[in-house]
C-alpha cells in the first residue's frame, strides 16, 4: 500500500517496551521495530505492508517514497527557488480564476495580485492550522457524524 504519513510518535507500553504509532492516510499502525519506524517523518509518502494483530495494524514493512511537501519552518525557511515556485503558481491560479471576468485590465492585475497573496498565505500555512469551518460546514458534518454512528439528534 502507499500513503502519507500524517503523524508519528512514539509510546511506551506498562511493561516498559516502545513502539510506535503512525497515523497514514487516517488509519493508525503500530511497529515495535524502531528500525522501521527511523526516517520517517510527518508529510513523508510511504509505501508499506500491514498485518492485522487482534484490533491492531502492525506494520511489516515500511519504504518512505518521498519527503514532506516544502513548507516555511523557523528553523529551515523556502528556498528562494521554491518559494518563487509558489508565488508562480499562485498567480497562475489566481490568473485561472478570473479568467472571464469583465474587470478591466488594470483592476484585474490587482485582483489578481491579492488573490495571488491569499492564495500563497493558505499554501504555507503550518501543518495541521487548516481554517476551521464555516458554522454550515460543522452543522453537516457534526449531522454525518451522527448519522453513522446511528444516533438521531
Not at 510518535?9 to 510506535?20: A, I, L, P, V
Not at 524502531?34 to 487482534?54: P, Q, T
Not at 491579492?114 to 492550522?129: E, F, N, S, W
Amino acid at each position: 500500500m502507499q500513503g502519507t504519513v500524517e503523524k508519528i510518535w512514539q509510546n511506551q507500553r506498562q511493561d516498559g517496551s516502545q513502539y510506535w504509532m503512525l497515523s497514514i492516510d487516517g488509519q493508525r499502525y503500530t511497529t515495535f521495530a524502531k528500525e522501521l519506524a527511523e526516517g520517517i517523518s510527518e508529510g513523508d509518502r510511504v509505501e508499506f505492508s500491514f498485518y492485522n494483530s487482534g484490533r491492531y495494524r502492525k506494520i511489516a514493512a515500511i519504504q518512505r517514497l518521498s519527503s514532506r511537501a516544502p513548507t516555511a519552518t523557523k528553523n529551515s525557511p523556502l528556498s528562494a527557488e521554491s518559494l518563487r515556485i509558489i508565488r508562480m503558481n499562485c498567480l497562475r491560479t489566481a490568473a485561472e480564476i478570473l479568467k472571464d471576468s469583465k474587470l478591466l485590465p488594470e483592476q484585474r492585475l490587482s485582483v489578481v495580485t491579492t488573490i495571488a497573496q491569499q492564495l500563497q498565505q493558505y499554501v504555507l500555512r503550518p501543518p495541521g492550522d487548516d481554517p476551521p469551518q464555516s458554522p454550515h460546514e460543522q452543522r453537516k458534518a457534526k449531522a454525518a457524524k451522527a448519522k453513522a454512528e446511528g444516533k438521531n439528534d
